[in-house]
């Protein structure tokens, strides 16, 4: 089996995984209610906004810093936020542990070639 049908195999298993499943039907959830979507949409325009402060070589002013404080308090408030944000942890630990695995074989096998040499 080549590299890329382990990797699609890989994705396929990733793609059925509960944590995945978990993750889009929150996010459907959070989609779906007008609160969490314009909370959302004023985090992202605030980050944005800090985004490109820092691009132009200016720290974000202590306004949208605690403009943006704010909005992550309301955020976390929003249940679907909230249980959309846990969800997308709990992925990500999922991703992290994938990519540990391939890091650590990657590495042994280095260390076994340097072994040998």
Same mark, same amino acid.
């Given at each position: @089996?080549?590299?890329?049908? &382990?990797? /699609?195999?890989?994705?396929?298993?990733? !793609?059925?995984?509960?944590? =995945?499943?978990?993750? &889009?039907?929150?996010?459907?959830? @959070?989609?779906?209610?007008?609160?969490?979507?314009? %909370?959302?949409?004023? =985090?992202?325009?605030?980050?944005?906004?800090?985004? #490109?402060?820092?691009?132009?070589?200016?720290?974000?002013?202590?306004? %949208?810093?605690?403009? #943006?404080?704010?909005?992550?308090? &309301? @955020?976390?408030?929003?249940? &679907?936020?909230?249980?959309? #944000?846990?969800?997308?942890?709990?992925?990500?630990?999922? @991703? /992290?542990? !994938?990519?540990? !695995?391939?890091?650590?074989?990657?590495?042994?096998?280095? /260390?076994?070639?340097?072994?040998?040499?």
């Amino acid at each position: @089996m080549s590299i890329m049908e &382990k990797a /699609e195999e890989l994705a396929e298993e990733i !793609v059925n995984s509960s944590e =995945y499943e978990e993750l &889009k039907a929150k996010e459907e959830a @959070m989609q779906a209610d007008e609160d969490a979507q314009e %909370l959302l949409q004023q =985090y992202q325009a605030q980050q944005q906004r800090a985004q #490109m402060a820092q691009m132009n070589g200016q720290q974000p002013g202590e306004d %949208l810093q605690q403009e #943006m404080q704010s909005l992550q308090s &309301k @955020m976390q408030e929003n249940e &679907k936020v909230k249980s959309f #944000m846990e969800a997308q942890q709990e992925f990500n630990k999922v @991703m /992290e542990t !994938v990519n540990q !695995v391939i890091s650590s074989a990657l590495q042994d096998e280095e /260390e076994e070639e340097q072994a040998e040499a």
